[in-house]
């Protein structure tokens, strides 16, 4: 990752700035309360100590 992150030059594939942001903000139900998050369709409500944050 910090060969990624080095290479400040390029534009990052979306992989790569997944691996950078953690992940990312839940889109499903499913990763929503793997998350500890409530789902409102098509939202996820995160508390601020979940581990997806």
């Not at 060969?3 to 594939?13: A, E, R």
């Not at 700035?17 to 409530?38: A, M, R």
Request: aromatic share 8%; with cysteine.
């Amino acid at each position: 990752m910090l060969k990624t992150i080095s290479n400040l030059g390029k534009t990052l594939s979306k992989t790569e700035q997944k691996t950078i942001e953690g992940g990312g903000w839940p889109t499903n139900q499913k990763d929503c309360v793997l998350c500890g998050g409530n789902w409102f369709a098509p939202f996820c409500e995160l508390p601020s100590n979940s581990v997806c944050l």
